[in-house]
């Protein structure tokens, strides 16, 4: 025979305990993690397929200008990007992201060549900082608290990598409070050494609808400063060829 006293514990152990097996995720105003991120997507890349024209531009730690770069970035559904290079100096080269897969190919060779995604283009920003325009899909979310960021509010949320392959392992990244837009980003990589500092600018401070500016300060090596202006933007599938390595190398001039 238990006693009445035991029988009540033991009872009372039995009720919470499947209720801590059922535990929710942490929300932030009534939203997960990843519905947070997924929002902050959207301010990045509008569709899942999308033509995005974007402007490099790299500042000395005096703030006079040292380098720029045009490029056209078609960032597809499925890890799958393009990106082309319009400056005089680039004109006619190509990276094609497959995955975690990149392939640089130059104007007059017939072999694309094997790259990876932290591959420089210019300044600090890689391959892999264009091609890649979606979080959501790349890293798990927690919500870490509601911060102080930029004068405003802020939800700051810590991303894990969902692959080794991916440039960054960890980022830490605060969100608008209201809106869910990016605001700020710490980026990792392996080694868990902060790599770089990403700012973000929108169109609209008030009502934001998209990033219109990345500001890269590199953590690493120098105090430099890089700026990825995305320009124009409109939803455009790309034929299924165009993401062929082997096909852009045969076929150098694709617009």
């Avoid at 499947?18 to 995720?25: N, W």
């Avoid at 000395?60 to 799958?80: C, I, L, M, W």
């Avoid at 004068?151 to 440039?167: V, Y």
Wanted: glycine residues 4%.
């Amino acid at each position: 025979m238990i006693p009445f006293r035991t029988s009540s514990i033991l009872l009372a152990f039995l009720l919470v305990v499947p209720l801590l097996g059922h535990a929710e995720a942490p929300m932030a105003n009534g939203q997960s993690a990843a519905e947070i991120l997924k929002k902050a997507d959207s301010y990045r890349a509008s569709s899942a397929d999308l033509q995005l024209d974007v402007e490099i531009a790299v500042f000395n730690a005096d703030g006079s200008p040292s380098k720029e770069r045009r490029y056209t970035v078609f960032s597809q559904s499925q890890h799958r990007s393009l990106v082309l290079m319009q400056s005089p100096s680039e004109k006619g080269q190509k990276v094609l992201m497959l995955g975690d897969d990149f392939w640089l190919l130059m104007p007059g060779t017939s072999r694309p060549l094997r790259i990876t995604a932290m591959q420089k283009l210019l300044g600090d920003v890689s391959t892999g900082d264009i091609a890649t325009m979606s979080w959501a899909e790349d890293y798990a979310s927690a919500i870490v608290g509601e911060e102080a960021c930029a004068g405003q509010p802020c939800t700051h949320l810590s991303l894990t990598a969902n692959r080794k392959s991916l440039n960054y392992q960890r980022i830490e990244l605060w969100v608008g409070k209201i809106h869910r837009e990016p605001i700020k980003a710490e980026l990792f990589v392996q080694s868990d050494k902060l790599a770089k500092v990403a700012r973000f600018s929108t169109d609209k401070p008030a009502a934001p609808s998209a990033v219109v500016e990345m500001t890269l300060l590199d953590r690493l090596s120098n105090n430099k400063e890089t700026r990825v202006r995305y320009g124009a933007r409109r939803e455009r599938t790309l034929p299924a060829e165009w993401l062929n390595p082997m096909f852009l190398a045969a076929n150098p001039k694709i617009d």
